[in-house]
């Protein structure tokens, strides 16, 4: 069961990380990436096998990150003075390319064998009490900010039911719902930390990565160099018309973005402790759009809730239906695809503007 | 201050620009008219260069233009508004009106982190300044509504307050008095006026002809892509040729 929630909490956080990179492309800038995929695979391949060649971590990540970038950096060059469905036939394009490249080049990528035995982060280590009792400490701090950062939401949400005088439900069960299930990682994660495992070592490290990240995108969300992001999703001749370069703001974003999705991939490497090519195929960008959409493009929150609610629903219905329909596993693996996309669908006519997204927005005129 | 010769552009058979001359002097307010379908915004497109032109030169404060992007245009201190306003539908007002500051410390990436007071002193500044225009074209109680809210008029009114945000020396305006009530045109021809004696120069597109007979200095006349008259209004006014392309 610990070892479950471990699990749960690390591929939330790579879903999250993954999907916070989208989201600055898409909901912050507006630009259509089918093949955010191929960032992840970019990352996740650079680390490893540089690490395999002796590379420190600590250097491969990175570098893994720059080189997802220079790949958004090469789509965006080719693409973005197109029309812009152009850059949506691309991505998809270069996604599958990439994986293809991943899946024939043995010499490089060990083709369909894939990699296996590359070095992890943290793995051979085993902490003494002390740097298990600050791992515990910092795993409390991230899990105060969040806390305290949905108390915020909540008391805002509570403001606003109040001068249009409703109670607002929905947010309440969706806070409650979130809170027990981060309290019981949490517990997990403290537990599975005082008896120290890689897992938890590295559910750990992802946390305060996806925190830094998360906590720098929204900076950039509000600083004035996001508000141009915005104004190119919204009109880009009005942002060329002011004197916004719209055409380095973009390849920024997807620079930005692709890295993002890099870092990502060096986590999912690390998850699984071995990668082959057929882990990154166009699915995984639809399941990044799902969050996004989920949570309410344009809000960083929303993508992590978003990312929460996909893998709760994933694990629900994991143990769930097998005990309610006689179904074999390949069957039920369509089917539950099958009700995610039923779900989306009922969200998208009750809720259009996503879970967090702002109903007015939707009403306004172009 | 500005200056255009022989710019031509076609959309298929159509010559929407032919050979047009047009000359915006330094400080002047300059009109810009012609019945519909004349090629105006066509020739703002141009001299902003959203539309490349098929041919002729655009000089502006001493430079050939023609080969920049728009937004260096932009920078050089030529702004252009649209006749369809475009607002920024799922900002605020406000934050529509921030977008037009230009220079900012915080629109480059690294900035954000590595000057992060001087990014906050900015957008201090750029608010309050921002505040003062909105005032003066009656917006400054909308300021925190999205700009997609706004009616058409209040749109106008906001491009072209958005516009002045970006200090320039030049401002293109397209029909900014279209849609707007008959008191807030007065309003903005007053504030048009000072704005001009502060040092802005003016190229304003406009089919009411009381805003363009009391604003402008010169005025230049265009009709199926071509130029047809071009002089003071009164001028203009008494112009045989002027009068029948209007009437018939
Ligand atoms: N992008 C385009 N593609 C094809 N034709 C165009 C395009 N833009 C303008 N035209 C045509 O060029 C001609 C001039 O149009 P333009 O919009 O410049 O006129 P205008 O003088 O601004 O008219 P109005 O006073 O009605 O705004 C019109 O016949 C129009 O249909
Ligand atoms: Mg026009």
């Known amino acids: 069961m610990v070892g479950y929630l471990v699990f749960l909490a690390i591929s939330t956080g790579i879903a999250a990380l993954f999907s916070l990179g989208l989201n600055l492309q898409w909901g912050y800038t507006g630009l259509i990436n089918f093949g955010h995929v191929a960032f992840m695979t970019v990352g996740a391949y650079t680390t490893v096998l540089l690490a395999l060649k002796g590379v420190p971590l600590i250097i491969a990540v990175p570098l893994g990150a720059g080189l997802a970038a220079l790949l958004g950096l090469l789509i965006g060059l080719s693409t973005l003075r197109l029309r812009e469905d152009y850059l949506a036939i691309v991505t998809i394009g270069v996604s599958e390319v990439i994986r293809l490249i991943v899946l024939n080049e043995e010499w490089l990528t060990r083709g369909t064998f894939g990699v296996q035995g590359f070095p992890l982060p943290l793995a051979t280590w085993s902490p003494n009490l002390l740097m298990r009792l600050m791992m515990i400490a910092l795993l409390t701090l991230i899990a105060g900010l969040t806390f305290w950062r949905m108390w915020q939401w909540f008391s805002k949400e509570l403001q606003q039911g109040k001068t249009e005088n409703r109670f607002p439900v929905g947010s309440l069960i969706l806070g409650m719902a979130s809170s027990l299930l981060g309290l019981a990682v949490y517990v997990a994660g403290v537990m599975a930390l005082y008896d120290y495992t890689y897992k938890a070592g590295l559910m750990v490290l992802l946390l305060l990565v996806l925190t830094v990240i998360f906590w720098q995108m929204e900076r950039l969300a509000r600083s004035p160099w996001g508000r141009v992001l915005k104004a190119i999703r919204e009109d880009e001749e009005v942002a060329k018309a002011l004197g916004k370069n719209v055409f380095w703001y973009k390849l920024q974003s997807l620079m930005l973005g692709g890295a993002i999705a890099g870092i990502a991939g060096s986590f999912y490497a690390w998850q699984q402790t071995s990668i082959y090519a057929d882990d990154f195929i166009p699915l995984t960008t639809f399941e990044a759009w799902t969050i996004v959409v989920l949570g309410g493009a344009g809000n960083n929150v929303g993508t992590v809730l978003g990312a929460i609610i996909f893998w709760a629903y994933n694990t629900v219905t994991r143990f769930v239906l097998p005990a309610l329909l006689p179904f074999d596993d390949a069957r039920l693996g369509a089917f539950r695809v099958m009700v995610i996309g039923l779900l989306l669908m009922v969200l998208m006519m009750a809720r259009p503007q996503g879970i967090l997204g702002k109903k007015e927005e939707l009403t306004l005129g172009r | ?248």
């Not at chain 2, 509504?145 to 106008?156: D, M």
Request: proline residues 3%; negative net charge.
């Open chain 2, 1 to 248: 201050m500005l200056a255009a010769y022989g710019l031509g552009k076609s959309f298929g058979g159509l010559r929407a620009v032919d050979d047009a001359k047009l000359e915006v002097a330094q400080g002047s307010i300059t009109g810009l008219i012609g019945p519909n379908g004349a090629g105006k915004t066509t020739l703002f497109n141009l001299l902003s260069n959203f539309i490349r032109s098929d041919r002729g030169r655009v000089i502006f404060d001493g430079e050939p233009i023609q080969h920049l992007q728009p937004h260096q245009i932009a920078q050089m201190g030529m702004v252009r508004t649209f006749q369809v306003a475009r607002v920024l539908s799922r900002l605020s007002v406000m934050e529509n009106m921030l977008l037009g500051a230009q220079k900012q410390t915080g629109e480059n990436f690294w900035n954000v982190w590595l000057q992060p007071k001087q990014v906050i002193e900015e957008e201090k500044q750029q608010r309050e300044r921002a505040e003062a225009i909105l005032e003066s074209v009656g917006l400054a109680h909308m300021a925190g509504a999205y700009a997609g809210a706004l009616s058409g008029g209040q749109r106008k009114l906001l491009e072209m307050a958005r516009a002045l945000m970006t200090d320039p020396k030049l401002i293109l305006l397209d029909e900014p008095a279209a849609g707007v009530n008959p008191t807030l045109i007065n309003q903005i021809c007053d504030r048009i006026v000072t704005w001009n004696r502060e040092g802005m120069t003016f190229l304003i597109i406009e089919h009411n002809m009381d805003v363009i007979m009391s604003l402008c200095d010169r005025v230049w006349v265009l009709a199926e892509g071509r130029n047809l008259a071009d002089g003071t209004p009164a001028e203009i006014q008494q112009n045989a040729q002027v009068l029948e392309a209007y009437l018939g």
